[in-house]
Every structure is written in structure tokens, then in C-alpha cells.
């Protein structure tokens, strides 16, 4: 008899003599047998599999139980603190371009097939912040600067372009404000995608930015990477 036949045996035995129900013959047919055998073994004090934490346990401090600092031993949490920590690190230095990539590709297109003025989108800002609507005033306010730069041939009517596009291609050839369009296009991406409400003080601070832009003039394309421009 195998060890594993011995044990069910064992245990089948151990079940007809100490939880027999009176008037049960005391020799069961097979499949009452089965079913005896299945429920005796099912309770927990059969259970020898170790959980998975206690596995985790198991290999870190077996992994690091030779290693020793001086004349001490380093404590099994200092190990798993150490782990962790390496691996966060690990995942965030992977994860770290991966969002920055995805950043970049989630910015919403400023104008699509919107075929108003900056004068029209002007006065559409207008009237939403006079009601409230930041978002749509927002919005709005940073197409209505892009619109600008299009109709002084600053910016070429690209179909498709985005908020990033445009405050990249616009900041070559107005480099002082550059770094205010990049700021205002992450704010109409972040506004147009609903992760930031918008609140009187961004529509404010678009609207100065509009202002500056429109009194500035912008370095020749021959120049623009030079940086040159003037007030004009």
C-alpha cells in the first residue's frame, strides 16, 4: 500500500470509528467512502500549504540569511524594506517616460473644424465668462489666440494641429512667451479633457497672454531660432 493510499485509509478509519452516526454500517460503499474521505481531509488542521505571504517570508530570508553587516545580521524587515523601495524605484523610472509620452499624445486639437474668427472666439470667451463658464471661456480664449497667430501669419492654418503644436510652433518664433503658451496649452488639454476645472483666474491670466502675443512681433523664420523678437 502506498503512503498516500496508507494515509486515506488512515483517515477513512479514523472517520468510521470516531464520527460513525449510529445505525451506519460500519463497511460504507465506495462512494460514501469518497465523500467521507473529501470532507475529513477538507478541515484546516489537513492544511499544510503556507500562504503566500509566508512563502514571500520564506525566500527573502532565505535569500539574505548569509548576509551580514560587521558582526550583526540584517533584520528580515530591513530586507523587505530595501525590496520594496528597489522596486518602486524601478517601476517609476519605467513608468516615468511612458506617462510623459502618453502626455504628450493626449493633447486635444485646438481648433478642429472651427472656422470662427479670433474676433468671434473672442467675443465667445466673452460670453462665457459673463455667465460663468469658465471651461468654455477658457477654451475658447486660448483658440482665439491661436486663431490670431494664424491670420498674422505667424502660425500656418494646419488641420489637426494641438494645444502642444501650436505653443511649440508659436513659441519658435515669440521665444519670450514661450514658456506662457506652454503653460496655457496644458491648461486648455487639461481643461478640454475634463481633469481641471477652470476658474476666472485662468481665463484672466489667457487673456493677458492674448494681449501680450498681439503686441509682440515675431522673429523672422530665418531668425526665429535665434531667438530675436521685438515690440511692435
Known sequence: MSGAAAVAHGVVAAALVVDMPAGVPVVPDRETAHDWLLEELSRP????????????????????????????????AFVVVVVVVLVA???????GP??????????????GD?????????????????????SAAVLDRFRALVRSLEERVVLDERPGRTAQEAAHDA????????????????????VCYGT?????????????????????RPAPLAAAASGEVGAG
Not at 45 to 63: A, F, I, V
Not at 89 to 95: D, G
Not at 171 to 190: C, I, K, N, S
Open 45 to 76: 488542521e489537513y492544511s499544510t500549504t503556507p500562504s503566500l505571504l509566508e512563502r514571500l517570508l520564506t525566500w527573502l530570508g532565505d535569500l539574505f540569511d548569509g548576509l551580514t553587516l560587521g558582526e550583526g545580521r540584517f533584520p528580515l
Open 114 to 134: 472651427d472656422e470662427r474668427t479670433a474676433a468671434e472666439l473672442r467675443a465667445s470667451a466673452d460670453a462665457a465668462a459673463a455667465r460663468g463658464d469658465w
Open 89 to 95: 524605484v524601478i517601476a517609476w523610472w519605467v513608468a
Open 171 to 190: 513659441g519658435t518664433r515669440l521665444p519670450t512667451v514661450a514658456a506662457e503658451l506652454h503653460d496655457a496649452a496644458r491648461l486648455f488639454d487639461d
Open 196 to 216: 481641471l476645472p477652470a476658474g476666472p483666474d485662468d481665463d484672466r491670466r489667457l487673456r493677458g497672454l492674448d494681449e501680450r502675443v498681439g503686441a509682440l
Open 98 to 111: 511612458v506617462r510623459l509620452v502618453r502626455r504628450r499624445r493626449r493633447s486635444a486639437v485646438v481648433l
